[in-house]
């Protein structure tokens, strides 16, 4: 087959592939879009659900069987955890929005340069995402005014944790790149097989064994490292134009500053806010390991019910991506109106089953009456704005997805980081107390959510001749021709 015939969408080249290679991806700029959007979103939102097992069953079984410290300790080392992982969300995001485009646009050339791109770059920064990591633990706890009953504890997890991160960097990024082309499915199956077994291991290492917090940590690395052994397994054998060929690892630069462009924006959105959350974390910690404890039962609750914002916001990325490379703008928009009706809709459910079985949600981390009651004065605070979420993240999720990443991270940290600590310091020297702590995230989730409609508004979407679309790479790559030619005869 000749790359021209790929990289130009010749018709009958197209249809050849189509004939002879069995995809798991999906095309999303023809067909029904509500349908397209659930079908996608569904997996993502499983795929969420069940990524959230593994600190929730970590969080779990330490709260019953270690103690209401050790349960704290889990919960406060979130935001730092957050830190790093943020960073390559950001860039999974980068990647996945450029390998959608390409992908829209029939561009196997840039599609393949970029997921070579992206494959070597993740392996460089888990690296140095290990080394950082296990370097800032003992600053970033004490910078968090960690109690002295807790801090032991916190710092066993953490550099457990740091230690075996770049298996999650990898799963994360891999799984982008089978989004990026339409498939949600499989990384759903292979995190549902790492869950399962971080379940297991919970239970063997921490009440078999003994091991305490450190074994709750070690059962959530080797999960992680299973399930990105696993993508990079399909990504391998896969027929299709996105597969990994290990020979090819390269980083090409016109690649890698697109990707940089949208991905490090959001990364550094996300980074900067969870380090922000560190300092909100203190506001908590002063508050006693009572309070760590029910804020952390809290926050295993909270991440379930915002789910389907996050998971159609992904979903409404992709589809964005996907027919703004194939420049079907109005498309695009009907697609993120109803990705956010969805999300609102699903939203609501969910936020009304937690304010009314809150308390008996407590009860799996803790047996605890004082750590049950800050965490449901927390839910009942936090979790009537949970619908405001749905705003700002499909917004956001949009503007990845024609590329301008960098509107959702100023946007973002403006809201999430400036107004938050704003909000905290001044509200803290009026006597604000507690009630002001729980309400610093549903203020800036309002903040953000404004500020992103007026963007949207202002964007490419809903005023197409600010529209800028990439060109197509026709130039001729022997590597590509190669993994193209391989992928055919391995199908033939």
Known sequence: MELEQVSKGNEKGHRGIKRHIKRADSDMTSGSIWR????FALPL??????????????TIVVGKFVGKEALAAVGSTSSIINMLVGLCSGLSMGASVVISQSYGAKDYVRLHDAVHTTILVTIIMSVIATGVGMAIVDPML??????????GAAHDYLTIYFAGISGL??????????????DSRRP????????????????VFVIVFKMDIA?????????????????????TRSAGPYAIHWGHLCIKGNILKQVLSIGLPSGVQQGLTSFSNVFVQSYVNAFGSDCMAGWSSYNKLDVYALVPAQSIAMASTTFVGQNYGARKLERARQGVKQALIMSISMTIFLCALLLI?????????????????????????IAPFYFCTCFNQTFAGAMRGIGKAKVPMIVMLSSFVVFRQIFLYV????????????????MGWVVCSIAMYVCYKRSALCHPEKAQFAAADTAKDENVEDAIETADEGIE
């Open 36 to 39: 397209l959007l659930i079908t």
């Open 45 to 58: 939102a499983a795929g969420l659900l069940f990524q959230q097992l593994y600190n929730t069953v970590d």
């Open 142 to 151: 004490t910078m968090m005014s960690t109690p002295d009953d807790v801090f």
């Open 169 to 182: 960097f990898i799963y994360n990024m891999g799984s982008a790149i089978l989004r990026a082309v339409g």
């Open 188 to 203: 759903l199956y292979f995190l549902i097989f790492s869950a399962v077994l971080n379940v297991i291991l919970d239970l």
């Open 215 to 235: 074994g709750a940590a070690y059962a959530t690395i080797v999960s992680q490292f299973l399930s990105a052994a696993l993508v990079l397994f399909v990504l």
């Open 357 to 381: 079985f809150r308390d008996q949600l407590l009860t799996l981390f803790t047996n605890d009456s004082l750590v049950i009651q800050y965490g449901s004065r927390f839910i009942g605070m």
């Open 427 to 442: 509200g803290t020297k009026l006597g604000g107390g507690f009630v002001l702590v729980s309400l610093a995230y549903p």
